[in-house]
């Protein structure tokens, strides 16, 4: 498995460079912008548990589970 490059506020892998020059990208699906991505096969799949996990929590919260 290959390394992947994934943006670090969403994990989505639809990320674009944005400025050629200075390095700077965009993340097309939450509109993060910056020179910092994610270059890890192993991250994507952290981020999506840690996503579920995240909305497990809060529907525990509000007790809908």
Sequence with gaps: ???T????KC??????????????WTCLKCGYQGG???EDSNM???IKDAKKMDKLSKKLM???L
């Design 11 to 24: 994990g989505s892998k639809k990320i674009k460079i944005l400025v050629p020059q200075t390095g700077i």
């Design 36 to 38: 910092v991505l994610i």
């Design 1 to 3: 498995m290959g390394k």
């Design 44 to 46: 994507e799949k952290q």
């Design 62 to 64: 509000r007790g809908r």
């Design 5 to 8: 490059t994934l943006c670090p």
